[in-house]
Every structure is written in C-alpha cells, then in structure tokens.
Nanobody
C-alpha cells in the first residue's frame, strides 16, 4: 500500500494551497478505513492536523478543510489563510485494510509547504 501526497509549494502569507493524498496498492484489493493529515515543522515533532471525521488541530480550525469527493481513495487538505507558522512537511496517513495484512496504518512521504511572510 502506498500513500502519495502532493500539492505542496511556496505561498505567501494569506494565500491558499490544496494538498492531495491518494492511496494505491498494486495488484491488491484494499479499502481505506480512514485518512488523516499530519505535519512536522522545522525542529518540531510531528503533529495532527485534520482527519476524515472533520476533527482539526486548534491551530488550523476554521482555516483548513478536509475534503473528500467521489474517489474514496483520494482526500484533500484545503489550506486557506496560510501563516508562516504553517510551514512544515505535511504527511498523509491512512488506516488501510488488505487481505494479507488486515487493517494497518500507513504513512506517505511528505510534501513541503512553505509560507513566506
């Protein structure tokens, strides 16, 4: 199972970015039970950002939206009113079921978001 995050970049404070995360598993039947977004800023520990139950970290509540459309294997993180302190590597995680491994947590490689002041 692979989780691929994309959409990071450099944006000015006050701007917006939309990150995407897609789960895939070559040749395997799988089902994503849940997705979540985390981030790790410079010199900081990884922290929770948002999940599919629309729970948000206090620092992003009201500015970020967890989005999911018809493709059940892809989710998005819409980030608005970005601040320099939102600068971090953003990671997608998912709890994914496969026949071979049951329900397991997976992490994707992060995508860098840099917010300039």
């Amino acid at each position: 199972v692979q989780l691929q995050a994309s959409g990071g970049g450099v944006v000015q404070a006050g701007g917006s970015l939309r990150l995407a995360c897609t789960a895939s598993a070559s040749g395997k039947r799988f089902k994503v039970n849940s997705f979540a977004w985390y981030r790790q800023g410079p010199g900081m520990e990884r922290e929770f950002v948002a999940d599919g139950r629309h729970r948000y970290a206090d620092s992003v509540d009201g500015r970020f939206d967890f989005l999911r459309f018809s493709d059940e294997n892809t989710v998005y993180l819409q980030m608005n009113k970005l601040r320099p302190e939102d600068t971090a590597v953003y990671y997608c995680s998912g709890n994914v079921w496969t026949r071979a491994e049951g329900s397991t947590d997976y992490w994707g490689k992060g995508t860098q978001v840099t917010v300039s002041s």
